[in-house]
């Protein structure tokens, strides 16, 4: 099984990125998936999650409204478009997958499969 991330990079504040996270090995439109991040000296946050069921999604807080989890199961690939980006979104991010439809998507413990991480970086 491999969850294979791209797309980070160096971006000014307010601009955008687009993250995709390519799954092998997997049946992947059987798993929910999601991203977190993990900024350094901080713990690994919860970013967003699609379920595989009925696709619908979550969002931390901090996210709402400038972030967009979706999901290509054609492509096995899920992907987090990144908007308004600002300094405090650099960390690294990473994609997971499990096979939960339910229970407490933003807890990293329920999640199977996870990804090497791909860094962000806003610059003020």
């Known amino acids: 099984v491999q969850l294979v991330e791209s797309g980070g990079g160096l971006v000014e504040a307010g601009g955008s990125l687009r993250l995709s996270c390519a799954a092998s090995?997997?049946?992947?439109?059987?798993?929910?998936m999601a991203w977190f991040r993990q900024a350094p000296g901080k713990e690994r946050e919860f970013v967003a999650a699609?379920?595989?069921?009925?696709?619908?999604?979550n969002y931390a807080d901090s996210v709402k409204g400038r972030f967009t989890i979706s999901r290509d199961n054609a492509k096995n690939t899920a992907y987090l478009q990144m908007n308004s980006l600002k300094p405090e979104d650099t960390a690294v991010y990473y994609c997971?997958?499990?096979?939960?439809?339910?229970?407490?998507?933003?807890?990293?413990?329920?999640?199977?499969?996870w990804g090497q991480g791909t860094q962000v970086t806003v610059s003020s």
């Open positions: 090995g997997i049946t992947f439109s059987r798993y929910t």
């Open positions: 997971a997958g499990t096979l939960s439809n339910y229970g407490q998507l933003a807890k990293g413990d329920l999640y199977n499969y």
């Open positions: 699609i379920r595989w069921s009925g696709g619908s999604t």
